[in-house]
């Protein structure tokens, strides 16, 4: 038997950040491809030339009973070079919701990871959503690993899209491996560690592997021409300029290691692969609220990140997945969820993709096993076996939308105040109560608007409550505190409220009405809700 030790260092727990169409699900599936976990990719999509017929992929959701899009992917993958006596690397991939709206979960999925892949489509360079995401990585302080996608499409060349991220978000691109061939005519890979070149050969539809022929730099020049002079006189150029991978400034969140890709068509995902299994860290130990670290070969311990409901309709059963943080996880054990004192049963763990049956029942540090029926948890509780450990709640994040809602059934009060509170401990949203407003219309402040949607939706399937959203013209909060209070009261365009957690904020109609107040009253308490604040 292995030992926790072991199984902490064969892991990986990842996210991928990323707009909206730069390609998340369809490297999701291509890494799964190379994890031999399905055997052809293009299922997901359907796309035209790819196979579109019940994949494995679909039958295994079918099997485990949860989309693939709202949990965790788990595999196993041997990188080239390690040998078949070797256990192989284990890998989680954490999923970020993918709309194009916002919500908390995105942020909070990424309390759960270890280190992050931001995928970059080659034609569009940084969009808001990466930026934001990238964002909470910066504050994390996760290490990032940058891919720049769709390099089979015509897009931006690689300095430009190097100098873009260096001088937008101040991370230092170190490609590590680069591009044979303009994006639109993407050949190949220059390894830039070795100077060896990866040629890849497309398969039908990008349905399969793409094979590789791996050559020497007088061999490249020989095939390549002028395609790889190009590349390699702008490796050199990134040389000259420090642009070389750094372990440490990598793992401090100065630098990131770049590739090149086309998921579709399967080229640089072997490659990104590897580099997840020999760069990215294996699962850390974490802080308590004590300042002490439990470390992942300590007693079993865990935090809740995520808390997903009403997914089966007949039987509102609710899931809590949870991000191990130390020791060995067996479905069945008896856990202290340190938040009540009281015990928790994991009869019903689920190893939330497991590959086999094996990780259904056992479960370690990095993994993402969701719990059934967990109604007494709630996103940042923790979970453990003695000795005892509760670790920080995750930060809420700065909302950026607001809304007041009331039912519109009047004799329904005592069922909608309980269906608030319930939303309200699940962290579906934050509720914000003032004396003017009263308690029968709270506001409810969102990182995205679909979580009001949320809100409606649950009260009324859960609770028969109907209700209605409405939007105030406020965009932006500040924490304050009491002694402000009162002179932010007087200003128009402002509100202040008490957050469930009794946290002050402050409400404001825009940015110039904020600055203007800042400016005239500078003693007022108005701080920013830090959207990443640990
Ligand atoms: P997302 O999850 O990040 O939202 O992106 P998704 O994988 O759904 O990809 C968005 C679109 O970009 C899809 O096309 C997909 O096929 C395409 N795409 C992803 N990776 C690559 C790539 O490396 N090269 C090229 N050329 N295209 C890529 P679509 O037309 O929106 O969908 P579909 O209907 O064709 O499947």
Known sequence: MSSVADEVKRRRTFAIISHPDAGKSTMTEALALHARMISEAGAIHGKAGRKSTVSDWMEMEKARGISVSSTALQFN?????????????????????????????????????????????????????????????????????????????????PLELIDEISERIGLTPTPLYFPVGIAGDFRGLLDRRTGRYIHFTRTAGGAKIAPEEIMDAEAAAAREGDEWVAASEESALLTEMGQDHDQELFLAGETSPMIFSSAMLNFGVRQLLETLVELAPAPAGRTDLDGTVREPTDPFSAVVFKVQAGMDASHRDRLAYMRIVSGEFERGMVVTHAQTGKPFATKYAQAVFGRDRSTVDTAYPGDVVGLVNATALAPGDTLFNDPRVQFPPIPSFAPEHFSSLRATTADKYKQFRKGMDQLDSEGVVQVLRNDLRGDASPVLAAVGPMQFEVVTARLKSEFNVDTVIDPLGYTLARRTDAESADELNRQRGVEVFTRTDGALLALFSDKWRLQYIEKEHPDLTLEPLVATAD
């Open 77 to 157: 993958y041997t990188p080239a070079g390690w040998s078949d006596d070797d256990e192989p690397a284990v890998i989680n991939l954490v999923d970020t919701p993918g709309h194009a709206d916002f919500s908390e979960d995105t942020y909070r999925v990424l309390t759960a990871v270890d280190a992050a892949v931001m995928l970059i489509d080659a034609a569009k360079g940084l969009e808001p959503q990466t930026l934001k995401l990238f964002q909470v990585c910066r504050h994390r302080g996760i290490p990032v690993i940058t891919v720049i996608n769709k390099w089979d499409r015509p897009g931006q060349t």
